[in-house]
């Protein structure tokens, strides 16, 4: 069973919709939790990390829920610099696992 | 800021063949790990070594062997490049591996051939 499951997409969107990405875990251990980017042909950049309470960071809204070992990632007024795979990444003892990834593709 | 540095960026070989891919950070960083990524897979441990001195094997390590030469330096080796070892390999450098909320900072990447 893998440590992290993700819709691999693709998400294909217009410009300034809502869209939500989910990704479950399989490791209740599992200690601190991210969301990564990644353009094509690049290597993957840090989002934004995954707090409890849920953290925000302009348009973009990411979740913790612990007792369903789910994490969500919610991006609000899509703009088309927002096109990018976005991997979900959970840390858990000394290794880092990372979800396949979901394609999202706003359009004009 | 330089952060993680891979080198090359652009490799074939053939079959049998043997190379390594260097990497190096400038952050100070305790922790340095070699991901393979391909499509379909996600991005797959290969080794990683959470301090100086040590390394061990992640999911994917045949075929492979590493070496944290110093605190910034940490060499992926393939002995016999084999056609499934085709793929793009990331170097990632974190401050510390164990508990604690920590981000992986990841090198351009190194795109490998095998014929």
């Known amino acids: 069973r893998k440590e992290v499951e993700q819709d691999p997409g693709p998400f294909n969107v217009p410009e300034g919709a809502t869209v939500a990405f989910n990704c479950t875990y399989s490791?209740?251990?599992?200690?601190?939790f991210f969301w990564y980017r990644q353009d094509c042909r690049k290597e993957p950049k840090l989002l934004m990390s995954?707090?409890?309470s849920g953290n925000e960071d302009g348009r973009f809204t990411a979740q913790l829920n612990r007792a369903s070992q789910y994490i969500s990632l919610l991006i609000r007024d899509s703009k088309l610099s927002d096109s990018a795979t976005y991997l979900c990444?959970?840390?858990?003892?000394?290794?880092?696992?990372f979800g396949t990834g979901t394609s999202l593709t706003v359009i004009p | 800021n330089a952060g993680v540095t891979q080198t090359p960026k652009f490799q074939v070989l053939k079959t049998g063949q043997s190379m390594t891919l260097q990497c190096a950070q400038d952050?100070?960083?305790?922790?340095m790990y070699w991901y393979r990524q391909d499509p379909g897979m996600g991005l797959r441990l290969i080794y990683y070594s959470a301090s100086e001195g040590t390394t061990d094997k992640g999911e994917v390590p045949n075929g492979y062997n590493v070496s944290r030469l110093n605190k910034r330096e940490f060499s992926l080796r393939l002995e016999s490049a084999a056609p499934s070892q085709t793929s793009v390999y990331f170097c990632?450098?974190?401050?510390?591996?164990?508990?604690?909320?920590?981000?992986?900072?990841f090198g351009a990447g190194s795109r490998l051939t095998v014929l």
């Open positions: 990632a450098s974190s401050e510390k591996a164990g508990a604690g909320a920590n981000v992986l900072t």
């Open positions: 990444v959970l840390h858990t003892g000394n290794q880092f696992y």
């Open positions: 995954v707090y409890s």
């Open positions: 952050m100070n960083h305790n922790s």
């Open positions: 490791n209740s251990a599992s200690q601190s």
